[in-house]
């Protein structure tokens, strides 16, 4: 198992992900629809890695990724063009966060059913740049150490505990859960394109 790639399992859930899993909590089958979001996030983040330590170890295959202090290793070009695209991910976010708002599905999972919850949880891991970004990332980082896809176990083990800590906190602090929730809900849904920029950042400073 390698724990070096655990940080970035904050990056995985840092953002609508983790604004996904509140939200959820303040839903009237709280529980509910929160276990059907995590099953979700798990399957995907499991698939994800699976599938970018697969491409991974066929870029190792076709090109020599080098050795990680290899500045000029293609795996450390591979993770600094990684970085370019989050530099300018967040360059976008912070010049327009006087127009941003949340994505409007975000204001409809009120309503929704588990199975809404699960297809979020799948997507919302699937497709994020974020979160392809930090997948490619794991990817290269065991094939250059020749680590099997199984090393990536505690990355996901670690995101699955982030996104599930709203619903953690709802049952171990029920009352003063169900008061907080709704008031953290609010500010990160105005302040979304913080966040984004936060998770750009941070992600930048474990690649590097």
Not at 30 to 39: D, E, F, G, K, T
Not at 168 to 180: C, I, P, S, T
Request: charged share 10%.
């Amino acid at each position: 198992m390698d724990l070096q790639v655990l940080p970035l399992a904050v990056t995985m859930m840092a953002g609508p992900q983790i604004m996904t899993a509140i939200i959820l909590v303040t839903h009237r089958q709280a529980v509910r629809m929160s276990l059907a979001y995590l099953a979700g996030v798990a399957i995907a983040a499991v698939i994800g890695t699976a599938i970018a330590r697969w491409l991974a170890g066929l870029l190792g295959g076709a090109v020599t990724l080098g050795k990680p202090a290899d500045p000029g290793s293609v795996g450390a070009l591979v993770q600094v063009a990684l970085v370019g695209l989050l530099i300018a991910f967040a360059v976008k976010n912070y010049l327009g966060r006087e127009t941003s708002e949340p994505p409007a599905w975000l204001g409809t999972l009120l309503d929704a059913g588990p199975e809404r919850a699960f297809t979020t949880g799948l997507l919302l891991i699937l497709v994020m740049p974020t979160d392809i970004m930090a997948m490619l990332t794991v990817g290269v980082h065991l094939t250059q150490h020749d680590l099997p896809a199984v090393a990536a176990l505690p990355f996901l083990v670690a995101t699955l505990l982030i996104a599930a800590l709203p619903l953690l906190a709802y049952l171990v602090f029920h009352r003063r859960a169900v008061r907080a929730m709704p008031r953290v809900r609010d500010w990160m849904n105005g302040h979304g394109w913080l966040l984004n920029v936060v998770v750009c950042i941070l992600f930048i400073f474990f690649i590097l």
